[in-house]
Each structure stands twice: as structure tokens, then as C-alpha cells.
């Protein structure tokens, strides 16, 4: 059984991003996996050491630097990576409508069997891809999975969803999009990363496999209202007193 | 083909899809429907259920006709549980038949599962999260809040889900709507097999619609100590419980509570912040709350800087004594 994984590489979610009219400023800013994409390689790599699933393939699309985010991946246990490389920016111009055409595309090329991915990229929070894949390929989706169990080639999945937990499952292929609390990334240790180095990488330019949509424009990006906060209330008494004549709350 | 071209012909019109578990029609569809209005486009609203009764017996004793002019009610089995595949069939099915220009659903975890399924057969890419419409700007924020884009869309059929907590609902004044369509679920083909849900059983009200929310972080300690906010919850009334990634992720509180970003975004109108420094990521979930308190240790705490108002001291002292002077002026 073949797994690919889809990884992203955005701004490390530690950094507190400048705002400029035309979106985030990327200058030197530093940049890590995608932390749900990080989660996704992980599940791949525990269903291989299970014997599950024989080999994983992670992708990204993006410029040269997206390699580190493969590399990442190489070092956590993927046995090779695809590289689906553009110049657009990542977090505006390449929208999940274009990563899931992208993705179908390599899905019909190389046969896998299943396709992990986070549930959403910290930059554009769309949390769509997975979906869309799915809708494309026409194949069974789970979303949100916490736990994933793979016996026969079924897949039961239990989900987070609003009020609790579900459990579905289905026949794969199929496409599972985790959350957070599916299990938590190990170190890539050293010689693991020195091994990653020489795992093969293949190279695509996008406009091999397309065209990007672009059906959405981003015309503008801006700071939300800053909040202000800070009074400090000297105790209980004075804070009820508050709410009651200033906010009117009860 | 001509029939087709014919009926949608000059006609842009709206499907909301309506939230509802249990029988009962969602506060959030309420708050979208406000949202779908600003489209400016005749309404239609849409069930699916296994039985859809008491929920159409609410919309047409609670939404009037200007807002919504049809309700179309898909009534089938499998949406006892409805999962991906089949609901992004029927909204297939029933674009195709009416010709909605627009498809407007909440950001509830169902929606989240099915729009962008149904969508990509459109070739359309959706816009979630939105918070606010400015003609025909959407605006959304990306980042984990950290900023707003405006995005504009040329897709023939656009896919939209609205933030409920960033809209009003509905006057329930006038005529209420009484077109009520039942629709043929046509593709019933099941790829994904609901196994069972596993639900937290609470007395306490959603945190996406809840009035007052209290939420606790790590310096609770322990879901134990939790009980200590259900205590000033029950004193508020119609207040929820919530949690920071943290606490959640210690094991004090359940997965569904955590408030940010990547959990439930919430707007109350008090959120009273227990032991929670404010990660960026928290501070996305909650910052759009009308009234802010924190009661928090540290004076450094990033959480200060967006209260309205913070205490500084120990929680475990504020807490009980807030409760019970709660209690004095409920009473």
C-alpha cells in the first residue's frame, strides 16, 4: 500500500507576522512544516512501522525552499518526496482548489491508496484541501481525525466534531485530513536527517500538471482592530461594579 | 441543456444550509441567515435530516417569508448522521435543479466537511470563515487572526461559510415562511460508513451561542479544579465552558472546549479567562468578545492586553468569591 502525504510550508506559528497591504511579509521570516502536516507524516510513518502501509511519498508545492519541508519529512521516515515547484505565493496564489487539482493529478499517476494531509495550513486556514481531493477523486473522506485504524483495507477513523467525537469508516482509498490530537511528532534524529539527504526527490514544475485558478483574489490584507485592553481591577468587588455600570451585563 | 440554461436564466438566488442536531434548529443558523441577506438574493433554506419535523415546525414558527422565501426539505435515513459524501451530492443536485448562484452554510464541523466536497465539481474555490461582506468583498481572516484579507471571487457558483459569531440574528418579526418543498434525495450511494458518535452529555449551553463563557487554562492544574468554573458558570446562567489548547491538551478539559484559532472561535458577550496567558492562537478564538476578563497571576500575561478588565491574583482565591457575590446579586 503507497501513502501520500501532503506537506506544506508556512510561517513558524511562534512569529508574530507583520501585516503588509499585500499580504504577509515573508522577508526573512522564519519558516517551518505546517504543524497538522507535521502530524499527517508522523500517522504515516506509525501505519509503516505497523507494517500497514509499504511506502509514504510526501509532496509539496511551492519555491525551491519548499524542500526543507520535504526533507523534514524524508527525516521523519517518508521514503520519497515530490517537489511541485512555483514561484506564486503559497499562502494566496495557490489556493486548495489548485493543491487538490495538483494533487488528483499525481494520485492518477502514481496509484496510492491513501492520502494524508492536515486539516488545514496555519497561513490561509482554509482547511479545504482535503476535502476537495476527496470530491475530485470521488473518493470516501474522513476530516479531523484524531485516530486513524487501518485492518483489510478499511479505514475506521474517529473524527472531532462538534459535541464530541465519530467514528465513520470506508474502504480506501481514501483521503484522512488530521487534527491536532491524532499523536505527537517525534525528533528527526541526526542521522535520520543525514539519511534524508540522500533519499530521492523528484522535481515538477507546476505548470506541468496546470494552470492555477486563481478564482479568488486577495485584493488587499490588513491588521484586524487592535483590541484595547489592559485596565487592571483592584478586586472582586470593583470588577462586578464594573460589569454592572459600565458594561451593563447583569 | 436548454431547459437548464432556461430556469437559471437571469436568476441568482441563495441555498443556506440549515445546523440543527437533536431536533432542533441551530442558533447559528439564525446568525447566518443574516449573513446570506447581505447577498442581497432570494433565500432558500435547506433541511436534511432523518426527521426533518420538528425542525421545520421551529423554522416556520420562528423565520419570516422576506427572509427566507422556500425551505427545501431533504428527508432520507442516512442523514441521521449525515457524512460528507451524501450531503455534498444532494447540494449537487439541488444547484443543478434550482440554479443557486450561492451556497452559504456556517462554520460548524459538518459544513467544514461537505462545502469544499461539493464545491471542486463546481470548480470553485470557497471562501470560509468569512466575517463580514463589504459589496462584493469578503472578508476573512487568515493567519490565525493576525490579519484580515478581503477576497473578491469570479466563480459562477460561489461556496461561502460565515463565522455565526460575527452576525446578529434574524428579527423573528412579520409573516413567517410557510413554502415548504420536500426534495427527492437523488444519489444515494454511501462511500463513508458512520459508525457511532461518542458526544460530551453537558448541561451547559454551546460555546458558539452561549450568552457568558468561562475558560480555564493550564493553572487550573487539574480537571478537577475545572469544577471551580462549572460553579461560576451555573452562578452566570447560560454560560459554557471553555478551555485554552493547553488545559485540553493536559487532559482538564474535553477536545470540543478549546477555544482558538484551531478550536471554536467564539464572540460572547462577557468571556471571563481563567489562568490563560493568551497564546496567539487562544487570542484569535476569543479576541472578537464583546466584554473581556482575565484573572490571571501574571500582570504580564498577553491576555492583560486584551482584557477589558484583569485581576491580578490567584485564581483559586478570585474565582469562589466572584461565584459567590455572583450568586448574591442573582438572587
Not at chain 1, 18 to 33: A, E, S, Y
Not at chain 2, 133 to 142: A, E, K, M, S
Request: charged share 25%; glycine share 6%.
Amino acid at each position: 500500500m503507497k501513502v501520500l502525504v501532503a506537506v506544506k510550508r508556512v510561517v513558524d506559528s511562534g512569529i508574530k507576522v507583520r501585516v503588509k497591504p499585500d499580504g504577509i511579509d515573508l522577508q526573512g521570516v522564519k519558516m517551518t512544516i505546517n504543524p497538522f502536516c507535521e502530524i499527517a507524516v508522523e500517522e504515516a510513518v506509525r501505519l509503516k512501522e505497523k507494517k500497514l502501509i509499504a511506502e509514504i511519498v510526501a509532496v509539496t508545492i511551492g519555491p525551491k525552499q519548499g524542500a526543507e519541508s520535504l526533507r523534514h519529512a524524508l527525516a521523519l521516515g517518508a521514503d520519497k518526496a515530490i517537489h511541485v515547484t512555483t514561484e506564486a505565493r503559497i499562502d494566496q496564489a495557490v489556493q486548495p482548489l489548485d493543491v487538490a487539482n495538483i494533487l488528483a493529478k499525481l494520485v492518477e499517476r502514481d496509484n496510492y491508496n491513501l492520502v494524508l494531509m492536515g486539516k488545514q495550513s496555519i497561513d490561509d486556514d482554509f482547511n479545504q484541501t482535503g476535502q476537495m481531493l476527496a470530491g475530485l477523486l470521488d473518493w470516501p473522506q474522513a476530516t479531523f481525525a484524531s485516530n486513524i485504524q487501518i485492518t483489510d483495507g478499511i479505514a475506521q477513523v474517529i473524527r472531532e466534531i462538534d459535541g464530541g467525537l465519530q467514528t465513520v469508516k470506508f474502504k480506501l482509498p481514501g483521503v484522512i485530513t488530521c487534527d491536532l490530537r491524532l499523536n505527537q511528532p517525534r525528533f528527526a534524529s541526526v542521522p535520520n536527517i543525514m539519511k534524508a539527504k540522500s533519499k530521492p526527490l523528484e522535481t515538477i514544475p507546476l505548470d506541468k500538471l496546470g494552470k492555477l485558478h486563481n478564482s479568488i483574489q486577495i485584493t488587499k490584507t490588513e491588521a484586524p482592530a487592535i483590541r484595547k485592553g489592559g485596565a487592571i481591577v483592584e478586586n472582586v468587588d470593583v470588577l462586578i461594579q464594573k460589569l454592572r455600570n459600565e458594561a451593563k451585563l447583569f | 441543456m436548454l431547459m437548464n440554461h432556461l430556469r437559471n436564466c437571469g436568476k441568482f438566488s441563495t441555498l443556506v444550509f440549515a445546523d440543527h442536531s437533536s431536533g432542533k434548529l441551530s442558533k447559528s443558523t439564525l446568525k447566518i441567515l443574516n449573513a446570506a441577506k447581505l447577498l442581497n438574493q432570494q433565500i432558500s433554506l435547506l433541511v436534511a435530516s432523518n426527521d426533518a419535523s420538528s425542525v421545520v415546525d421551529q423554522i416556520k414558527s420562528s423565520i419570516p417569508s422576506n427572509v427566507v422565501h422556500q425551505v427545501l426539505v431533504a428527508q432520507h435515513d442516512s442523514f441521521k448522521a449525515p457524512q460528507a459524501d451524501l450531503l455534498g451530492n444532494l447540494v449537487k443536485q439541488l444547484i443543478d435543479q434550482h440554479g443557486f448562484t450561492n451556497f452559504v452554510t456556517s462554520t460548524s464541523t459538518i459544513a467544514k466537511d461537505f462545502l469544499p466536497r461539493v464545491a471542486v465539481k463546481y470548480a470553485a474555490q470557497p471562501i470560509t470563515d468569512v466575517i463580514a461582506i463589504n459589496n462584493d468583498v469578503f472578508l476573512r481572516p487568515v493567519y490565525a487572526g493576525n490579519a484580515i484579507a478581503q477576497v473578491k471571487s469570479n466563480d459562477k457558483v460561489k461556496f461561502i461559510s460565515f463565522r455565526p459569531t460575527n452576525f446578529e440574528e434574524i428579527q423573528q418579526t412579520g409573516d413567517k415562511v410557510s413554502n415548504i418543498v420536500q426534495v427527492k434525495v437523488e444519489n444515494t450511494k454511501q462511500l463513508i460508513e458512520h459508525v457511532s458518535d461518542e458526544l460530551v452529555q453537558s448541561d451547559k449551553p454551546e460555546l458558539t451561542t452561549a450568552k457568558f463563557i468561562v475558560s480555564g487554562g493550564r493553572a487550573l492544574g487539574s480537571k478537577e479544579n475545572f469544577k471551580i468554573l462549572d460553579e461560576l458558570a451555573n452562578a452566570l446562567g447560560n454560560t459554557a465552558i471553555g478551555a485554552s489548547r493547553a488545559a485540553v491538551d493536559a487532559g482538564y478539559a474535553a477536545n470540543d472546549q478549546q477555544v482558538g484559532q484551531t478550536g471554536k472561535v467564539v464572540a460572547p458577550e462577557l468571556y471571563i479567562a481563567v489562568g490563560i496567558s493568551g497564546a496567539i492562537q487562544h487570542l484569535a478564538g476569543m479576541k472578537d468578545s464583546k466584554v473581556i476578563v482575565a484573572i490571571n497571576k501574571d500582570q504580564e500575561a498577553p491576555i492583560v492586553s486584551v482584557a477589558d478588565y484583569t485581576i491580578v491574583d490567584d485564581l483559586f482565591k478570585v474565582v469562589p468569591e466572584l461565584t459567590k457575590k455572583i450568586k448574591e446579586i442573582k438572587q
